[in-house]
Structure formats: C-alpha cells, structure tokens
C-alpha cells in the first residue's frame, strides 16, 4: 500500500489510509507521526536550495518560509527564483527530454514506482511538515502525502493496463502490400507543474508522476506558502534515480519566477492548480504562444451539499461539518453552500450547530484539533472582511469571529462560522471565500436547490442526502465533476486516486478529465498515428 498501515486492527487486514477512513486510524499512526514530528521539530530553520538539472542551487536572495501556527517558528529559508532560474530549470528539462521519452515505458513505470517507495519510507516526516506548513491536522497531513503516492501508483497501474498506449490499429485493404497501421501516445516535451499551498504534496506529486510518466521531463514550482514539502517530495523523486533534469524543483515569487514560467515558449504544457482568476490568467497566457499547448487547469469551487426531508439528518451534519470545515474550508472542494428543505431546517440546523460547536481548534499537529490556522496573514484579513460584510447582510448561527487570546495570537486561527438569513442574491453566495465559513438557506424542493448550486461559474464537487430516488434525480441534474449521496466521511470532499476520480467542470477545470482516474494521464500525451507499408 502507498500509505501509512498497521499489519493488523484487531481482526481485519491491514489499514488503508484515505480521506474516508482517517476518522478510526490504529494507535500506531499517531505515535509513528508524533516520532517525525520531534524529530522535524529539531531540525527547524534550514536553507534549502532548489533542484536544477540534478544540482542543488541557490538564489542570491532568500525567503522565510514561517507556519501559520505560530509566526515565531521559522521553518525553513528559501531561495528567491529568479527569471534566469525559471531559464536555466527549463533549459535543463529540455535536454534531458530526447533520452527520458525514449526510455522504455516500463523503464519510467520502474522508476515511478520507486518514486512511491520512497514517499512512504518518508511519509511521517513529510506529513509533519504539512501540518507544521500549511496548518493540516495530522490526519489530513497524512492523506496528503499518502494521496500522492497512490496518485503515482494509479497512474503506474493505469500505464500497465494500457500497454504503454501503443494501440495496433486495422490493416488497409491493400493488394500485395502488408501495411502495420499503430496508434501511440508520445509525451510533449517539458512539463510546468504550479502547485497550491493547500494540498501541496497531492497536487504536485501526482501531476508531476502522471507528467513523467507520459516521458515528458518536468518543472516544479510550488506556492510560496509551502516549498518545504515540495522540496521533500522533490527528494523522493531526485532519490529514486530519474536521470539529471528530468525533474526540476524551483521557488520564488509568482510576479517574477511564475510569470517567466508561464510565459515561456519552451514550455509544452502546464498543470496549475489554484484560483480561478489566477488560471484564467494562465490559460491566456498560454494561449498566446504560436499554436495551442496543452493546459490542464484546476480552479476551485463553490460547492453545496443538499438536505432533503428524507434524509439521516446526524449522517449528513457529520459529512457537511468535515467538508467545510476539514483544513479549515480552504479546499476547491470545501462545503460552502448548504441548501436544506423546509420540513428538517429546523431541526438540522440544530445538529448542525452543535456539531461545529464541537470542533477543536488549535495547534493542528496536536490529536485532539480538527482545526488548525489559516494559511496567511492575507486569508486572515480576508476572514475579517466577509464576516463583516455577512453580519450586515444576516447572522451567524456559530463562529464570525478570529481566534485571538493565549496561544492562538501568534498565529492565523478562526472560528468554524456558519452563516444564515444572508440573502440568495449576496456575491458570498457564488463568491469562493477558501475560509471556514459556510452558508445556509432553506428551500421548498430539491429541484430548487438543485437549480441554485448550478447558478455559479464553477462546477467541482456536490453532495445530496436523502432517498435514493431522489439521488438519481441529484446525479442527472447537478452541474459538476464529483458527487457524493448520503457519506457521512465527507459531504463535499475525500475523492481518493482509483476510488473517486476528482475533476470539474466549468469555471472549476479546463480538462472534463479527473485526477485519480482511468483517463487522466491521456492528458499528458498527444497521439500519433503510424503507418508502415511492406
């Protein structure tokens, strides 16, 4: 498995990590992470340097890389990339293009799966780091990096039962001639990877591996809010013996070291995940070379999960409370919006309230937080101004408010805010806050909230509970690339490679193909057709 296990709990077989079982994980989880954490406690305020062609390379200028925990705790320094860094991290994948996307399809399956391998001999220490960096309960630190390596593994597992992708085709009707007629899927070239601060290890290890993979050669650049676990993970792959330049780590500002990125000529494709108005910037950027380059885009969500009369109103509390307010809302698949029939309103809200009542929030590496900060003094602010602006405009059933007395006041912690009587014409409606906050509102039919959640740019992820009858109706009619009917693991979020492809539509994603997901690493190729006569 490509995740944290135990041999055996009590009488089952062995424990899988996935967003859906980290709720009753085995003892032998926490004190195995609690080990790492010491140990990366210890070891705090490093320089680390990119990974250019093989090499470790420093930038004249450097950045604190601090946690959101606690602003006192210098994690590590990091290089400032420049534009000549982006040329030279380029450059270097150029030349080791020819010989990596020549190199036997199996050869590259080898080396991935050792990739893999060595994530899970590191998984512990680098879900520390995520929990250290980017504010993530150990439990979701942990799916984090584990969700990376089942990404790699899945897209493995996918490369093998496709054959490579060399596909024979039929043989023309040709009088004294033998023609050999083959579709193959060949990579494109060198392949940007922008990844965000929120799932950094999911979201560049799998683009990255499914990238490779494909015998494109590859550019790391993470958010500048979590390099750490990027440059981990780079590790993982520098370790597993890829050849020099085929993987390429850099960080730095997005205004300098992204931009060149994005706007050079000698990229082939890119993966980018983040906001919506950052991809759109990116997607025409890329527009802009002289003929179309691949473009696989990720932009976020306004998600509703929808409580019918006839649903299990403690199931579905149990599964909106983990989606919007797991990594504190600041996921594309967060439950922001709550749409709930008028004969249970009542009722669940009650539920409701009193379950994120319940929440713990603090230091996020401690067992008993579900909450931990929000990433960044500018998330912080941005707290500040929507609960402001939805006090006006309604109330709150729980929350509204930062977190700021004893321990919190060094850090970025708020309340789980749930907000109700705001009108359905409110820009927070439509708006992606990526904040613990969610919304309410009570309607007179599931097609009604069903034609609400579809009234929005995006198109990502939604949940339904009630009968199963009604769910056929949710899944023909909602607008978006992931559904979920009656989980109480998660209303809106927990997709896992090989369980619950993860992708969306519209405004959320440029490809209609999900990640984790049987036609996913298509994407990273482009077909040629070969004919041979005899």
């Known amino acids: 498995m490509a995740n944290p296990k135990s041999k055996k709990v009590g009488k089952k077989n062995s424990f899988q990590l996935t967003y859906a079982t980290m709720y009753e994980p085995p003892a032998e989880l926490h004190t195995r992470y609690e080990s790492a954490l010491k140990k990366v406690k210890a070891n705090l305020g490093l320089e680390h340097p990119m990974i250019i062609g093989g090499k470790d390379v420093r930038a004249r200028e450097k950045f604190d890389d601090r946690s959101p925990i606690d602003q006192d705790w210098l994690l590590g320094r990091f290089q400032k990339g420049t534009a000549e860094h982006a040329k030279r991290a380029i450059k270097s994948a150029r030349r080791a293009f020819p010989s990596w996307s020549k190199t036997p399809w199996e050869e590259r399956v080898r080396l991935l799966r050792k990739v893999a391998a060595n994530i899970d001999k590191r998984v512990y220490e680098i879900a520390a780091v995520i929990s250290l960096e980017v504010g993530k309960n150990r439990m979701e630190a942990l799916g984090d990096i584990a969700e990376a390596a089942d990404l790699i593994r899945y897209a493995c597992d996918q490369m093998f039962a496709n054959n490579g992708y060399i596909v024979p085709m039929g043989k023309d009707p040709l009088q004294g001639f033998k023609p050999r007629n083959t579709s193959i899927l060949r990579a494109y070239g060198v392949w940007l990877i922008i990844s965000p601060f929120n799932f950094p290890a999911a979201l560049t290890g799998g683009p990255a591996g499914a990238a490779l993979l494909a015998g494109n050669t590859i550019v790391m650049k993470p958010a500048s809010d979590t390099p750490w676990t990027v440059r981990l993970l780079a590790e993982c792959f520098r370790d597993a013996g890829l050849p020099d330049g085929v ?217 339904f509970y009630g009968a199963e009858d009604e769910a056929e109706y949710f899944f023909d009619n909602i607008e978006v690339g992931v559904c979920y009917v009656n989980r109480p693991q998660g209303s809106t979020t927990g997709a896992w490679p090989g369980y619950q492809p993860f992708g969306g539509w519209k405004g959320s994603g440029s490809s209609g193909k999900n990640a984790g997901g049987p036609y996913y690493l298509t994407l990273y190729m482009h077909e040629q057709s070969q004919t041979l006569i005899r």
């Not at 912690?413 to 990526?434: G, N, Q």
């Not at 509102?441 to 009604?448: F, K």
């Open 247 to 463: 993987m390429n780590y850099v960080t730095g500002p997005g205004g300098t070291l992204g931009n060149a990125l994005i706007s050079s000529l000698d990229v082939d494709g890119i993966t980018f995940t983040g906001s919506f108005d950052v991809g759109m910037h990116v997607y025409r950027t890329i527009a802009n070379g002289p003929y179309p380059r691949p473009t696989i885009l990720e932009m976020g969500g306004k998600n509703s999960s929808i409580v019918s009369n006839n649903a299990d109103l403690e199931q579905a509390a149990s599964g909106i409370v983990r989606s919007a307010f797991g990594l504190q809302g600041q996921k594309c698949s967060a439950n922001s919006r709550i749409f709930i029939e008028r004969g249970v309103y009542k009722d669940f809200l009650n539920i409701l309230a009193q379950k994120t009542k319940d929440l713990n929030v603090g230091d996020p590496s401690e067992l008993e937080n579900f909450m931990g900060p929000i990433i960044n003094k500018g998330a912080y602010g941005e707290f500040k101004r929507f609960t402001k602006d939805l006090s006006r405009a309604g109330s709150f059933l729980t929350g509204g408010k930062v977190i700021t007395n004893g321990d919190y006041v060094r850090g970025f912690f708020c309340e789980p805010t749930i907000a109700k009587d705001v009108p359905l014409d409110h820009k927070l409606w439509t708006h992606e806050m990526f904040l613990p906050i969610t919304m309410v509102h009570p309607v007179n039919s599931i097609e009604q909230a069903i034609r609400i959640a579809n009234e929005t740019v995006y198109g990502l992820t939604a949940g």
